[in-house]
């Protein structure tokens, strides 16, 4: 019996990743499993491709609001970044990332998946002078 199989779950059915990628021996530290800089690196990219889409331009990232590693991430693992806009303001967008890890066939296992990460960033719109720019309310 798989004592993890609450860890387990699916990939988010309704939406497609904005972001996915398979980590190399290069992206690892001494131990074997993928620098968390790693991860928050590919996040914050996930999370400004959704920004920039929705802002129509250019944005900077002006907060980390919440990042939490729930289990680690793999050489091999297929990574999969989804997110969401949770609030638009007047120059700002903050966008929920939540990160899959699918692993298990390279070993000749069954695959699984799990959520690994789930992170809170907000960015700004900037113009291209890098100076805050109004988001628009529809593009």
């Known amino acids: 019996m798989d004592n993890n199989k609450e ?4 990939l988010p059915k309704d939406c497609d ?5 398979v980590p190399m021996p290069t992206d690892t530290n001494h131990a074997g499993d993928v620098f968390g800089g790693w ?3 590919q ?3 996930a999370g400004s491709i959704l920004a920039i889409r929705r802002t129509g331009g250019r944005v900077a990232t002006v907060a980390v609001n919440n990042f939490v590693f729930k289990h680690p991430v793999f050489i091999g ?8 806009i949770t609030k638009i303001g007047r120059t700002s967008i903050t ?3 939540a990160v899959y890890a699918q692993r298990g066939p390279r070993e000749g296992n069954k695959e699984i998946c799990i959520k690994v990460t ?3 960033l907000t960015y700004v719109a900037v113009d291209e002078k890098r100076r805050p720019r109004i988001v628009p309310q529809e593009l």
């Not at 860890?7 to 699916?10: A, D, E, V």
């Open 77 to 84: 693992d297929l990574v999969s970044f989804y997110t969401e």
């Open 95 to 97: 966008v929920d990332v």
């Open 39 to 41: 991860i928050m690196s």
């Open 17 to 21: 990743p904005t972001l996915r990628i």
């Open 118 to 120: 789930e992170a809170v």
């Open 7 to 10: 860890i387990y779950t699916s």
């Open 43 to 45: 996040v914050d990219i």
